[in-house]
């Protein structure tokens, strides 16, 4: 069975300090993982978006990471604000040679950053 | 900017009472996505449409409808709402392949 499993399951840290969300996976065949935040009310964006071939992607203080062997990415933020403060969701694509390809969503990472 | 647009942010129904969801995108993408996200769960997939054709995951319960007038818009069609149906109603999109998936912002519905 496909599914992606994110922990922890929430985290609170304070402004500026910096942290690691991890992201285990099953879901084979592979076709790409990313990474998404999701604030209270919204829907996600996404942040960051890897193949197989990729070890690690950032975009801005996010930094993803990706080890395909072991089927385990994790999400490192540098220098927290308090808008991070949100859900951060794991989704893992399966490949389907061309088609609507599936998404398979982790539950997320509640985090919280406080002042 | 090319985006997915859902309106209403927030949807208030009675129960019973028909209520449609619309999704519009200027990305030119050619599937279109529903998704049910209830409070702190993962979405979950509804239905999608590859181009015109509609494609209904097995567990989606028949009070749910959709359709894709034109490659911009996309509905959501809730024929009887109930209490358990109140969630955040995702509009996604994506080209073949799943490649450029963007999420709307969202529609809150409320059933009273």
């Known amino acids: 069975k496909n599914q992606v499993e994110q922990s922890p399951q929430s985290l609170i840290i304070l402004e500026g300090k910096n942290c690691t969300l991890q992201c285990n996976y099953t879901v084979s065949p592979f076709s790409n993982l990313r990474w998404y935040k999701q604030d209270t009310g919204r829907g996600p964006v996404s942040l960051t978006i890897m193949t197989f071939s990729e070890n690690t992607k950032s975009n801005g203080r996010y930094t993803a990471t990706l080890d395909a062997d072991t089927k385990q990415s994790s999400l490192h933020i540098t220098a927290s604000q308090l808008s991070d403060s949100a859900s951060y969701i794991c989704?893992?694509?399966?490949?389907?040679?061309?088609?609507?390809?599936?998404?398979?969503f982790g539950k997320g990472t509640h985090l919280i950053i406080q002042p | 900017d090319a985006m997915v647009i859902q309106n209403p942010r927030y949807q208030v129904t009675q129960f019973g009472k028909p209520v449609t969801l619309s999704c519009s995108q200027t990305l030119n993408h050619n599937v279109m996505y529903w998704y049910q996200q209830k409070s702190s769960q993962a979405p979950k997939l509804l239905f999608h449409?590859?181009?015109?054709?509609?494609?209904n995951e097995a567990d989606t319960p028949d009070n749910f409808q959709s359709r894709r007038p034109n490659t911009s818009f996309c509905f959501l069609d809730i024929r009887s709402p109930g209490l358990g149906d109140a969630a955040m109603y995702l509009c996604?999109?994506?080209?073949?392949?799943?490649?450029?998936?963007?999420f709307g912002s969202g529609t809150r519905l409320t059933v009273v």
């Open positions: 449409y590859y181009d015109k054709d509609f494609n």
């Open positions: 989704v893992v694509t399966l490949y389907s040679g061309g088609g609507a390809d599936g998404l398979t």
């Open positions: 996604a999109t994506s080209r073949a392949g799943g490649y450029g998936y963007t």
